[in-house]
Nanobody
Framework: QVYLVESGGGLVQAGGSLRLSCAAS????????MAWFRQTPEKEREFVAA????????YYKESVKGRFLISSDNAKNTLYLQMNTLTPEDTAVYYC??????????????????WGQGTQVTVSS
C-alpha cells in the first residue's frame, strides 16, 4: 500500500504561482510513474502532468505546457508541481496519483493505483 498526501494549495491571484507537494509513504519502492490530476464540480477528473519513475520523462496537458513543471525527489519520496502564470481556469482540486509501473506514464485515471485526498487551488481574477 502507498499513501499520498498533497499540500501547498491555496488562494492566489491570476498571474501568481503556487507549488504543490505530494508526500508518498508506505511501500514506495513499488511506485513507478506519478502524476497530477485536477477536478472541478463541473468536470471529470483530468490529467495535468506526469513523470516517470526515474524522473527523466515528463508529459503535460497542452494547456499547462510552459507554465507548470512537474518534478520529483526520490530521496524524499516527494512529488512536486510548480504552477506559474495561473489563471482562473486552473481553479480545481488537485490530486496526486501513482502507479506501480514506470511505463507507460500515468496519464489517465484508469492507470492510477493510488490517490491522494486532494488540495484545493483557487485562482481569483
Amino acid at each position: 500500500q502507498v499513501y499520498l498526501v498533497e499540500s501547498g494549495g491555496g488562494l492566489v491571484q491570476a498571474g501568481g504561482s503556487l507549488r504543490l507537494s505530494c508526500a508518498a509513504s508506505g511501500h514506495t519502492v513499488s511506485v513507478g510513474s506519478m502524476a497530477w490530476f485536477r477536478q472541478t464540480p463541473e468536470k471529470e477528473r483530468e490529467f495535468v502532468a506526469a513523470i516517470s519513475g526515474t524522473g527523466v520523462t515528463t508529459y503535460y496537458k497542452e494547456s499547462v505546457k510552459g507554465r507548470f513543471l512537474i518534478s520529483s525527489d526520490n530521496a524524499k519520496n516527494t512529488l512536486y508541481l510548480q504552477m506559474n502564470t495561473l489563471t482562473p481556469e486552473d481553479t480545481a482540486v488537485y490530486y496526486c496519483a501513482a502507479r506501480g509501473q514506470s511505463w507507460p506514464l500515468l496519464t489517465t485515471t484508469a492507470r492510477a493505483d493510488y490517490w491522494g485526498q486532494g488540495t484545493q487551488v483557487t485562482v481569483s481574477s
